[in-house]
């Protein structure tokens, strides 16, 4: 069985769950939106809040990420499936591709859904080229922070007292990611007057970040997942 | 309940033309008999719409509030009062919609942007939010009964939202200088043309909202009685899954 | 002799399915009552009605001269319920758990104790976090917290799965001393030797329905 | 068995939960603190951290609250505790006011420590008068915010559909002392030149709120949890 | 005939606490071995390192030929465990379960119909959500998942565990089927009448040892 029929498979069956339960859309989302509802009734004061928006739509996206992925290994856990993957034999690797895959697709949707807030509710306006920085920057991020992700989130699979330090591992590694994607996202909006062509090299950096983070996650998930 | 097509009776349909001759009332006061204000312009016009919306949605979301504790506290519970109150917070979330939508229209003329989070703006907003989530509830599932007792609590607590949307300016304001917009009511001149639009305008929707519930209530009668007929016929698909 | 559970043609509703599609079933008090049938029958849900947490959506019934639809809430307090779940607190000790089922109706030091003697809760094993027992340490933790509650009624679903040899034997003899003391058992069970024997009566229950 | 007892014991039982699995202090809190501190990165602009610290401060209790919240009530459906505690027939007052306890416990808990993280990261000086105030705000708002919490958490627990609402029917609720918190903050922190004197009203506002869902909470949560 | 299972004074631990204290067995192919044993013997355990998924502290051992202690990973994908738990995924329907185990072992079509109507699974069940499902109903699905798989072994811990009546004789008759087809079965039971009928070798775990 090939590795990338299994891994597709397996993004199959995430997003197939995803779908049946509609966590991510009824509940992830208005989450989201909620939260930056929130903060844009807790900070307008002086009307900083087209400043913050980027960071804002990249801290709800982190927030939420971590929603999806316990959401995503808790059905794994849940009933004891991820001990039947381990025992199917299914090549870890593909497992990391698969669920790697269908965070990225959700965290995308979620993306979208809260640029698209943020535009609205903070008024921001965008220009054409702005645009075309938001339309690399958000998947590139996301390639990263779904690789990231997955990788915690098989981490917090395994023994239970792991899960405690996860916080405290992650959100450092996702800190560069968030900076580099707020700092790309405000010259996008040319929000506090940044430029878009000061965005690109920021992107650079998240690429770099994502390739980085595809090679570790797919050389690590497999002895983090197993016992 | 005798076969009928459709919600309507003979009384609705009357009803529902003098809904209809009220609202052509208010289009002819509204647009062209009243004349435009001082300092809002023509646009003041919208005010007829934006707030008698409003406060038929007060009304409506009141009268689910009484039939909730009716339900609540009567002996026999009638699922009736339940379905009257699902109705009227139906309608009363649309006219709140609507009294956003005009609400931001109108702010986009007055104060040249759609939105600000300003007190009564954002209490407006969570009110809306609380009652789709009323609404959200009513479509839990489980038995009738369960969906009214646990939606008739919800209500009792969600009406505790109105007073919150209604002093939210005093409130604010008198605790925090900061300036709040939406208050047009007290810097709106009125004549008494406007006044009279005005009150008709409540006039018109009021009966509108009547019309409305009494349908739609009827809908949710009959809603109930068809999952019903789909309960027996799954029942004795059900029945037949027996092997012995 | 007093009859306890009556249903009468009662329909019950769970995700839009009729899972109990017109049970009508009595109980005698003092009764081990057996329910068997194939799986989805409806075994599991009939004692959850029972116990008051399943409302009926038709028909009608009473436990303990309690009329299930419109005040299966007072029930409660006067049945015991195990269901395919413990109803345990993972984090929390084997004792810890007892002990705080024990506080929430009140039982005395002597009934906890007595309890998980007769489970066989001793030494290392009360200091265990659940999350940390085998299976039917667990079911044997779950039948210590349900015994410490002076229960008129035992609804039991499928209580010996997961119980050693010598745990089966316990529970039986726990049952036969609870009906002697004048409470009612209703038990679920696929069994059929073992339950047979227990059982003065056996209800078949098949296609949501009792006939 | 007096209500009182019991909701004693379901209070000692929820914090010795916590007390055995530390996800509070291992987990949540970290994950707040180390938000505070990408707040600090993403909105490092122009020095108006001082101006929103107070703003952050409630905001990073929202959101630990919601993961408590879930947590509070996912040990009950975990392995069907909630049945039993219902057939159990315990008070459903006193379970409100158990839980709402050990939830008001562990905000507190949580509140001090990011109180304390904005004032060291946040460079925020504090003044005596605003301590007093902070002292005063920090438990009666946490007394609202614990009531309405396992109000709706106890509608979200059970059937899964439902939690797609705690967001939802949470927001509106929370909004006011989310707000009330924040303005008495600020006045406290005296950011943006708000005054001391300016946040008792405030506090007064949180008291009403923290009555009215004590009050409402222990009429309304039988029916709510009840199926 | 050869030896498929061989454990030497093998040692496991979880959390700290040794489950496995020195397990001295051994199974050959073709065979159906029952382990037996009080609550926390250890057989849940013994089962787990025999799928290569708990790892060995100390002692050796050989499954299929694989050396526990280098290389358990490699015996996954010929081996087949049932747990306690069933290892479904609760948003998806029961086929939907079923075709995605059966992708990530490559099972064909007919093998996928084969299982399903092996355990009944048809019409209206096919479609339900597992998390919608009667206890026995998951069991049975859960079997169908892993009766997809060309597993050389089976590790079965209490299998019969919520199954009804037809259910038990069906997966009997599985078993003993899987045997003449060469495939060896270890399982775990407190069954003890049943399981003593269908096992040709009895092993006695307790204390988290085997003698
Ligand atoms: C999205 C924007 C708006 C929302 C959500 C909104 C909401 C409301 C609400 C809830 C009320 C009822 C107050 C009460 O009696 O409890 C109200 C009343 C009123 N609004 Fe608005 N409003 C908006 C924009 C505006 C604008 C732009 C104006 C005019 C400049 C305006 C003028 C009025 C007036 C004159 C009243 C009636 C007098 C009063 O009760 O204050 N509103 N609005
Ligand atoms: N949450 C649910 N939503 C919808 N249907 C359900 C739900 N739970 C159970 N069912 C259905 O109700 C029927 C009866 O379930 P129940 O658990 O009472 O059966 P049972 O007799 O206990 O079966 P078993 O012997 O397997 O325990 C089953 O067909 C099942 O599919
Ligand atoms: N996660 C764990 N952490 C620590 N100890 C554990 C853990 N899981 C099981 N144990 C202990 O290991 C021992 C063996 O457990 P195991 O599940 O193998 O027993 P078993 O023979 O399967 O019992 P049962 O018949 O109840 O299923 C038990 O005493 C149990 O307390
Ligand atoms: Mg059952
Ligand atoms: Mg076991």
Known sequence: ?227 | MTPRRGTGTPATARLGALVLALLVALALFGLVFSGPDRDQGESVRIMYVHVPSIWVAYIAFIVTAVCSAAYLSKRNRSLSWDRVAGASAEIGVLFVAVSLVTGSLWGRLSWGTYWVWDARLTSTAFLFITYVGYLAVRRLGGTQRQRARRSAVLALLAILEIPLVHFSVRLWRSLHQEATVATGGTDVHMDGLMLFSLFLGLVAFTALYVWLVLHRQRGLTLEDTVADRGLDAAISARRSEAVG | MDTVIELNDVVAVLGGFPALAGVTMSVHRGEIALLQGPNGAGKTSVLRVCAGLLPIERGSGRVLGIDLATQREDIRSRVGLLGHQNGLYLDLTVEQNIRFWAATVGATENEITGAMSRMRIDGRLAGVKASQLSAGQRRRTALASLTVRRAEMWLLDEPHAGLDAAGRDELDALLRAAVQAGATVVLASHESERANGLASRVITIDGGGAR
């Open chain 1, 1 to 227: 069985m090939s590795r990338s029929r299994i891994a597709r498979s397996v993004a199959r069956k995430d997003l197939r769950i995803e779908w049946n339960s509609r966590i991510l859309t009824n509940q992830v989302a208005p989450f989201a939106a909620i939260v930056m509802v929130l903060f844009a009734f807790a900070l307008d004061n002086e009307g900083i809040l087209q400043r913050v928006a980027p960071g804002l739509v990249w801290l709800a996206t982190m927030f939420s990420m971590l929603v999806v992925i316990q959401r995503s290994f808790a059905v794994e856990s849940a009933d004891g499936a991820l001990d039947a993957l381990r025992v199917a034999g299914v090549d870890p690797v593909a497992i990391f591709a698969g669920k790697s895959l269908a965070l990225a697709v959700q965290l995308l949707v979620l993306e979208v859904i809260l640029v698209f807030t943020a535009v609205v509710l903070y008024a921001v306006d965008i220009s054409a080229s702005g645009f075309g920085l938001l339309v690399v920057t958000v998947p590139v991020a996301t390639v990263g922070l779904a690789c990231v992700g997955t990788l915690y989130g098989g981490l917090a699979a395994g023994v239970r007292g792991r899960e405690t330090l996860l916080p405290l591992l992650l959100l450092p590694v996702v800190a560069p990611v968030l900076i580099g994607a707020t700092r790309a996202t405000e010259s996008a909006f040319a929000s506090g007057g940044a430029t878009v062509s000061e965005g690109w090299p920021w992107v650079g950096l998240l690429a770099v970040f994502a390739v980085l983070f595809v090679a570790v996650g797919s050389v690590a998930f497999g002895p983090l997942i197993d016992e």
